[in-house]
C-alpha cells in the first residue's frame, strides 16, 4: 500500500484529537463548580464571604486515590518542585540529580532554590538508569529527583535503594504521570515527596496548578509554610502542633485558587476515565504493533501494569530514520514526535552556559569539592537514544476505530519505510 507521503491514501481521514487529556473531558462538571465559586464571591481558599472549600475538597479526594495522609495544592507543577525541595531543605551549596530526559522545570526548580542539578543518563526507558547513579555521586549531592517520563513508572526500588545507602532525599516529578504505578504503589508516593502538575499538557488540568504529597508530617508542614509566606493557617486540620513562634520561617506565595480547586475537583472525578480509556487504546496499539512487526521496539518498562498509557514509545534504528517516520505518519494523519526535540534537557543554552538571572553565576559558583562541568555529550545513551524515540499521544477520546487506524497506519508506514 503506498505511503501518504507519496501520494497514497492516508490512513486517516482528519488528525487525532489534541493531546490534552483532561481538558478535552471538560464540560458541565468543571463550569458548575467553578460557578458555585464565583456566585459565593470567595476565589480565595483560606478566607471570604462564602468560601466553599474547592481547593480543600480536591487536596482530599487526591489524598484518598493516592492513599497518601498529606497532600497540599500549590499554583503549578514547577511550585510543587520547589516546595517540595525547600520543605526538605536543599539548598546553596548543594547538588541534587536530575535524569537528562526531564522538562526545563525539573531543572529549573533546583537552582530557584540555589542548589545545583548533575545529570544522570538514561536507559531504554528512557527514564533515569540508576545503575549511573554512582557516577555522578559524591558527598555534595543531597537529593535524587526520579522523574516517570510521559507515564513510565521509574525503577523506584533501585532509586530508593541507592538513596538510602547514601542517606539522599528522592523526590518524585510526577507532572507527566498523574496515576502511573510501580509494583501497586502510585508514582509520587514511593519516595520522600512528590510533585504533581496539572498543566493543559497533563493528565488531569485546570490549565495550570500543582500538588506536593507526602507521608511526613514535618515535611508536610515546611511546604505549607513555604507556599503561603511562612503561614500555616489550618493546623487543626492536620492535628499538628506548629506554634509559630518556633515554626514559621520566610516563604513565598504559590497558593492555588478556589477557582481553580473548583476544576480539579470536577476533573478528579473523571480520572478513572480518562486513565482506563488511554490503557485500553495503549494496549491494543501495543499488542497490534508487536504481533504485526516482530522487530519494533517500544521503550522498556520496569512494571506493564503500572504503566499509564498515556503515550507509545517507540524507539527507531536511528534520528533520521525517525525523521522520516514522523514525517510518513504526519501525512496519515497521525502525529508522533520526540520528546523535547530529540535533546537532553541540558543541551539547553541557559543551562549548557549555566544562565541565570543572577548575573554573578549564582549557584553556580559555590566552591564545590568536585567542580560541576557540563558538555554536550555527558550523557551518551540520552544523546542517543532520544532523538530516535518518538511517541504517540493516546487520547482518552479515541474510538476502536481511531485505533484500528492507528494501527493500520503505524504498520503500513513501517513497512513502506522498510523497518
Not at 114 to 130: G, K, T, W
Not at 382 to 395: G, H, I
Request: aromatic share 8%.
Amino acid at each position: 500500500m503506498e505511503l501518504a507521503i507519496n501520494g497514497g491514501k492516508p490512513a486517516r481521514s482528519k488528525p487525532l484529537p489534541p493531546n490534552y487529556p483532561g481538558a478535552m473531558m471538560m464540560g458541565a462538571e468543571e463550569a458548575e463548580l467553578a460557578a458555585r465559586t464565583i456566585l459565593a464571591q470567595s476565589p480565595f481558599r483560606y478566607y471570604g464571604p462564602r468560601v466553599q472549600g474547592a481547593v480543600r475538597a480536591f487536596e482530599d479526594a487526591m489524598a484518598q486515590q493516592l492513599g497518601i495522609p498529606y497532600v497540599l495544592a500549590v499554583s503549578s507543577g514547577t511550585a510543587a518542585l520547589i516546595v517540595a525541595l525547600k520543605a526538605l531543605g536543599i539548598g546553596y551549596g548543594d547538588k541534587v540529580i536530575v535524569p537528562a530526559n526531564t522538562f526545563i522545570a525539573t531543572v529549573g526548580a533546583v537552582i530557584c532554590c540555589n542548589a545545583v542539578p548533575v545529570f544522570c543518563d538514561v536507559d531504554e526507558s528512557l527514564n533515569l538508569d540508576p545503575s549511573d547513579l554512582p557516577r555522578v555521586m559524591d558527598d555534595e549531592v543531597k537529593a535524587i529527583i526520579a522523574v516517570p517520563i510521559l507515564g513510565n513508572p521509574c525503577e523506584m526500588d533501585a532509586i530508593m535503594r541507592f538513596a538510602e545507602q547514601h542517606h539522599l532525599y528522592v523526590i518524585e516529578d510526577v507532572a507527566q504521570s498523574c496515576g502511573t504505578k510501580y509494583k501497586g504503589n502510585y508514582s509520587g508516593t514511593i519516595g520522600h515527596i512528590g510533585a504533581f502538575s496539572f498543566q493543559l499538557n497533563k493528565i488531569l488540568t485546570a490549565g495550570e496548578g500543582g500538588a506536593v504529597v507526602t507521608r511526613s508530617g514535618e515535611w508536610f508542614e515546611r511546604s505549607v509554610r513555604y507556599h503561603d509566606q511562612g503561614m500555616f493557617r489550618e493546623k487543626h486540620r492536620y492535628g499538628l502542633d506548629s506554634p509559630d513562634e518556633t515554626n514559621a520561617f520566610i516563604g513565598q506565595n504559590y497558593r492555588m485558587s478556589e477557582l481553580t480547586g473548583a476544576v480539579l475537583r470536577a476533573q478528579w472525578d473523571k480520572w478513572q476515565q480518562i486513565t482506563s480509556s488511554m490503557k485500553k487504546h495503549y494496549r491494543t496499539i501495543r499488542d497490534a504493533l508487536t504481533a504485526e512487526i516482530p522487530n519494533v521496539q517500544f521503550r522498556k518498562t520496569v512494571d506493564e501494569d503500572g504503566e499509564l498509557g498515556s503515550n507509545l514509545g517507540i524507539i527507531l534504528p536511528s534520528g533520521e530514520i525517525a525523521g522520516k517516520f514522523v514525517q510518513a505518519l504526519q501525512a496519515e494523519n497521525i502525529s508522533v514526535s520526540p520528546l523535547y526535540g530529540g535533546k537532553p534537557v541540558y543541551m539547553m543554552p541557559q543551562i549548557l552556559y549555566r544562565r541565570t538571572v543572577d548575573l554573578s553565576g549564582f549557584p553556580f559558583d559555590y566552591p564545590f569539592k568536585r567542580p560541576v562541568v557540563y558538555s554536550e555529550h555527558m550523557c551518551p545513551r540520552a544523546s542517543d537514544l532520544m532523538p530516535r524515540t518518538v511517541y504517540l499521544p493516546v487520547s482518552p477520546l479515541l474510538t476502536d476505530q481511531d485505533t484500528q487506524e492507528i494501527i493500520d497506519g503505524l504498520v503500513k508506514v513501517y513497512r513502506g519505510l522498510g523497518l
